[in-house]
RNA sequence: GUGGGUGUAGCUCAGUAGGUUAGAGCACCAGAUUGUGGCUCUGGGGGCCGGGGGUUCAAGUCCCCUCACUCACCCCA
């Protein structure tokens, strides 16, 4: 094989894309119902975009970005995430002179240069929305709602982590602390380095010995604000009153440097290692950092992938649609007009371009899952009819060509999927 | 970046201690039914056995290198 798909792409082919298409139209209506926006932001942006908005110690900007110069000497990323743009266009175009909150959804592809593996690649989708210019706990409930309501629509069982990371100063203090606790223990190579950098990181390690040296370690609660706790019970409070499960999990660290109070995770445990569908969080700084007023915002991000890949097998049957024209070469010409005038009235409808058999004919109809098959043969011409098969029952008419139209319009099943009501 | 696994037909895989012309199922095409799908039967097309080098009379099989895919670590979607 001499041209392959660079590692860690995928390519979408007409089955899978069908699913696809059904988890972003259910992304689509129900966004389009909680009241978001549709936003587009390029694909790639100026690479500062990312180093300050996402943040210099994370992982991503360290070592996953795909970035590149143009011919200008300027570099750009490929984006890895999709709140920076959103708020950089948030900013720029100056929308937070409108009124407030403001909601939008993004749908589309993310990049991330790191080794693929099952439910990771280096081009994934993913479905996100934004609220932002308002600090009230319920634009916190509302999005976690939303993200759950989606699972619920799809029908994929998650589970909800949140916690509570607190502000600046309250993660500054913490994470003195933590330097403090953990500087007399012993850990793995990779949390001494992540000690200097980012002590919160160490919470993540998987490493049983490090496991253990956090057994007493201070947890975050200590050290929240008032202000901070008080949002974070509210918002507790708003989830249990609709309803929505979640677990507190006081060490889930985000990867992102803009989070601050609500952080979350959509879990499931169906995929092995990768075990997140979805995250997000609120990010009250972010809009200033990037140079616009100081507004408040909380979102969330979805992996659509791992999302195919739970769901993958669980496809709804086809639905049998359309018709399939059957003729013979001898009246081919005139039977290709038919088929043109049903098409021009809204019929899906196809014929064979291979010369193929009559028998032949028919399977392919069978196997394109049409529902019926229209006979135009010298035979049937020669008398000014059509044959009209059911697919499903075997039944079959004959009908004249003068009303052939307006009699297939009255059919079932004759348009394509999607517009026939 | 680090480690493990796997590369044989479009797909899923078999291939015995190295031994003639590399197999099966599914899929595809055709015929049985000379104008009628699904089921069945019969036949057919389709393989640089990932690539390169080596050992051997002989390599899909053994050795080395390489590439790719894959899973896991890190981290996340």
């Given at each position: 094989m001499d041209y392959r798909l660079p590692r860690g792409t995928r390519d979408i082919l007409p089955q899978q894309a069908a699913l696809f298409r059904r988890i972003q139209d259910t992304a689509v209506v129900l966004s389009?119902?909680?009241?978001y926006g549709e936003i587009h932001t390029p694909i790639f942006e100026y690479s500062e975009l990312f180093q300050r908005g996402v943040g210099e110690s994370t992982d991503i900007v360290e070592k996953e970005m795909y970035s590149f110069q143009d011919r200008g000497k300027r570099s750009l990323t490929l984006r890895p995430e999709g709140t920076a743009p959103i708020v950089r266009a948030f900013v720029e175009h100056k929308l937070y002179n409108?009124?407030?909150?403001?909601?939008?959804?993004?749908?589309?592809?993310m990049f991330r240069y790191e080794r693929p593996q099952a439910g990771r690649y280096r081009q994934f989708w993913q479905y996100?929305?934004?609220?932002?210019?308002?600090?009230?706990?319920?634009?916190?409930?509302?999005?976690?709602?939303?993200?759950?309501?989606?699972?619920?629509?799809?029908?994929?069982?998650t589970s909800l982590v949140v916690n509570n990371i607190g502000c600046a100063d309250d993660?500054?203090?913490?994470?003195?602390?933590?330097?403090?606790?953990f500087n007399s223990r012993p850990l793995c190579d990779d949390c001494n380095n992540r000690l200097g950098r980012n002590p919160l990181r160490v919470l993540d390690c998987?490493?049983?010995?490090?496991?253990?040296?956090?057994?007493?370690?201070?947890?975050?609660?200590?050290?929240?604000?008032?202000?901070?706790?008080?949002?974070?019970?509210?918002?507790?409070?708003?989830?249990?009153?609709?309803?929505?499960p979640f677990e507190r999990n006081p060490r889930l660290v985000r990867g992102l440097?803009?989070?601050?109070?609500?952080?979350?995770?959509?879990?499931?445990?169906?995929?092995?290692?990768?075990?997140?569908?979805?995250?997000?969080?609120?990010?009250?700084?972010?809009?200033?950092?990037?140079?616009?007023?100081?507004?408040?915002a909380v979102g969330f991000a979805l992996g659509i992938d791992r999302l195919e890949l739970l769901m993958s097998g669980k496809e709804d049957p086809a639905i049998r649609r359309g018709f399939w024209l059957v003729t013979m070469e001898s009246v081919e010409n005139q039977a290709a007009l038919w088929a043109y005038k049903l098409r021009?009235?809204?019929?899906?409808?196809?014929?064979?371009?291979?010369?193929?058999?009559?028998?032949?004919?028919?399977?392919?109809?069978?196997r394109s899952n049409c529902r019926w098959a229209l006979v135009l043969g010298p035979d049937e011409l020669a008398k000014g009819k059509g044959a009209i098969r059911d697919l499903v029952t075997g039944q079959q008419e004959e009908v004249a060509l003068d009303g052939l139209v307006e009699h297939v319009l009255n059919l079932?099943?004759?348009k394509a999927n999607g517009t026939d009501t």
């Amino acid at each position: 094989m001499d041209y392959r798909l660079p590692r860690g792409t995928r390519d979408i082919l007409p089955q899978q894309a069908a699913l696809f298409r059904r988890i972003q139209d259910t992304a689509v209506v129900l966004s389009d119902m909680y009241g978001y926006g549709e936003i587009h932001t390029p694909i790639f942006e100026y690479s500062e975009l990312f180093q300050r908005g996402v943040g210099e110690s994370t992982d991503i900007v360290e070592k996953e970005m795909y970035s590149f110069q143009d011919r200008g000497k300027r570099s750009l990323t490929l984006r890895p995430e999709g709140t920076a743009p959103i708020v950089r266009a948030f900013v720029e175009h100056k929308l937070y002179n409108e009124a407030m909150p403001a909601r939008y959804y993004y749908w589309g592809p993310m990049f991330r240069y790191e080794r693929p593996q099952a439910g990771r690649y280096r081009q994934f989708w993913q479905y996100g929305v934004e609220m932002l210019g308002t600090l009230s706990p319920w634009a916190d409930v509302e999005v976690i709602k939303l993200g759950w309501d989606f699972f619920a629509r799809l029908d994929i069982p998650t589970s909800l982590v949140v916690n509570n990371i607190g502000c600046a100063d309250d993660r500054a203090n913490y994470k003195q602390s933590l330097k403090q606790y953990f500087n007399s223990r012993p850990l793995c190579d990779d949390c001494n380095n992540r000690l200097g950098r980012n002590p919160l990181r160490v919470l993540d390690c998987k490493n049983p010995s490090c496991q253990q040296q956090m057994e007493d370690m201070p947890l975050i609660d200590q050290y929240i604000c008032t202000e901070c706790a008080q949002h974070f019970d509210a918002v507790l409070g708003g989830l249990e009153a609709l309803d929505v499960p979640f677990e507190r999990n006081p060490r889930l660290v985000r990867g992102l440097d803009y989070y601050n109070r609500t952080t979350f995770e959509y879990k499931t445990d169906k995929l092995g290692a990768q075990d997140a569908l979805g995250g997000g969080g609120r990010y009250d700084g972010l809009v200033e950092l990037l140079g616009g007023p100081s507004t408040p915002a909380v979102g969330f991000a979805l992996g659509i992938d791992r999302l195919e890949l739970l769901m993958s097998g669980k496809e709804d049957p086809a639905i049998r649609r359309g018709f399939w024209l059957v003729t013979m070469e001898s009246v081919e010409n005139q039977a290709a007009l038919w088929a043109y005038k049903l098409r021009d009235r809204g019929v899906s409808i196809d014929f064979d371009l291979l010369g193929r058999s009559i028998k032949a004919q028919f399977r392919q109809a069978d196997r394109s899952n049409c529902r019926w098959a229209l006979v135009l043969g010298p035979d049937e011409l020669a008398k000014g009819k059509g044959a009209i098969r059911d697919l499903v029952t075997g039944q079959q008419e004959e009908v004249a060509l003068d009303g052939l139209v307006e009699h297939v319009l009255n059919l079932e099943g004759v348009k394509a999927n999607g517009t026939d009501t």
